[in-house]
């Protein structure tokens, strides 16, 4: 056992050394060797896939699945209950927050009409509220987190019913900074979140009796020292419904190509100042584009391993994220990023979330944040955009 534990501890000790590994050096071998090896891994991973022979945007749900989130939902509560006091409750995911900034979300004039769907029916300037974050469970120094970043996006005034009832007019967005997801479903995410309370979460992906390396692979790629949550791209990972039997992904993407440098040594916070100085100067835009799914079995709905091949299907921009410059930092805005509550559910029909990760998360999310307003005492708030911060 001991022998064990310390492979783990070193195995562990390496990952954080690459991830700490100088941006400079990591930017040239990201530019020589990132996309060869995603692509032996991606093969790799569709090698060992079926075709399950499903139709374009058809759903198929897993043995057993209100159970599975219904376990993920109390391993990560225990999880909260045993690293947090009352009063100090985070989120589970997408833990730490580097902040909340107002934008805007502008829907572009012009789109023909196979995209002119749901919020995108027509050209119009939305409110928004944009969280960013990193991954979790916890929220340990920038250096030392695992190197990749999220983004949560609230539109706000978004019209007719929603799919969650807790909040009537707004539609959520969500990503990452990798283009697949942790895991494939949530059968292989209860087996994560398991590792996870033990203290092991390495053990999920190189266990030889059940291993995920291609997973960790994928998520190693894109996991490093990055300059600024402002310069990078996110995606969503997993699919959503746009309009009527039709399936995208979402991804946002810089307008900018400027990178700043990491400073040495990072700070515990220096992803934040990066932000801070940034907007204190200059506005920042994302193009906001969707990719189409046209071949069921090759860009799977219900597996998020599989990177979507983008010479299948090109992302099309049908809208800008503009976030001026601005003061973010401020106690008051830092305490109401804490209660924001930001779940994919919070949406139209027309962008429904599809398959089963998708589909656990309604309960999780949702539960999850219950929890966390009522351990800190701060009761539900939707937001309207008139929120103002000293």
């Known amino acids: 056992m001991g022998l064990c534990r310390f492979a783990y501890q070193g195995l562990d000790a390496a990952g954080h050394s690459l991830l700490r590994l100088n941006p400079r050096i990591r930017d040239w071998l990201d530019r020589l060797f990132r996309a060869p090896i995603e692509a032996i891994t991606q093969f790799l991973i569709n090698l060992f896939r ?22 993920i939902t109390r391993n990560m509560a225990d999880f909260l209950k045993n690293q947090y006091l009352p009063g100090a409750y985070q989120r589970a995911g997408n833990t730490k927050t580097h902040g909340v900034v107002r934008a805007s979300f502008d829907v572009l004039p012009g789109l023909g009409k196979d995209l002119a769907v749901g919020l995108f029916a027509e050209p119009r300037s939305y409110p928004a509220w944009v969280r960013f974050g990193g991954p979790g469970p916890l929220a340990p120094p920038d250096p030392d987190d695992n190197g990749l970043l999220s983004i949560g996006i609230k539109v706000m005034g978004a019209p007719g019913p929603k799919l969650l009832e807790d909040e009537r007019e707004t539609q959520d967005f969500s990503g990452i900074s990798a283009p ?50 402002l310069e990078l791209r996110y995606f969503s990972c997993v699919p959503y419904l746009y309009g009527d039997k039709r399936a995208v992904q979402y991804s ?11 400073p040495s040594p990072p700070g515990a916070f220096y ?48 809208a ?6 601005q003061r973010f930092d401020s106690p008051a805005q ?57």
């Not at 079926?50 to 376990?71: S, V």
Request: hydrophobic letters at 35%; one cysteine or more; charged letters at 25%.
């Open 320 to 325: 800008k994220l503009r976030i001026p410059k």
């Open 252 to 262: 946002i993407r810089p307008c900018s190509n400027e990178r700043t440098p990491v």
């Open 271 to 318: 992803l934040r100042e990066a932000m801070a100085r940034k907007l204190a100067d200059s506005d920042v835009e994302f193009d906001f584009m969707v990719q189409f799914q046209t071949d069921a079995h090759r860009m799977p709905i219900e597996n998020a391993s599989v990177r979507w091949p983008e010479a299948l299907s090109p992302y099309r921009v049908v």
């Open 50 to 71: 079926r075709n399950e022979n499903l139709a374009i945007a058809e759903e198929r749900l897993l043995p057993d699945e209100p159970a599975i989130a219904e376990e």
């Open 334 to 390: 830092l305490a109401f990023a804490d209660n924001l509550s930001i779940n994919p559910w919070h949406c139209m029909p027309q962008h429904r979330p599809l398959g089963n990760l998708n589909r656990a998360r309604r309960h999780v999310y949702y539960a999850l944040s219950k929890l966390r307003q009522k351990m800190n005492d701060h009761p539900h708030i939707e937001p309207t955009g008139a929120e103002r911060f000293d």
């Open 180 to 229: 697949t997801f942790t895991t494939s479903n949530v059968v292989e995410n209860l087996k994560l979140q398991r590792q996870v309370g033990r203290g092991t979460p390495l053990l999920h992906f190189i266990n030889p009796f059940d291993s995920h390396l291609g997973d960790m692979v994928m998520q190693g790629l894109y996991a490093k020292l990055n300059s600024s949550p």
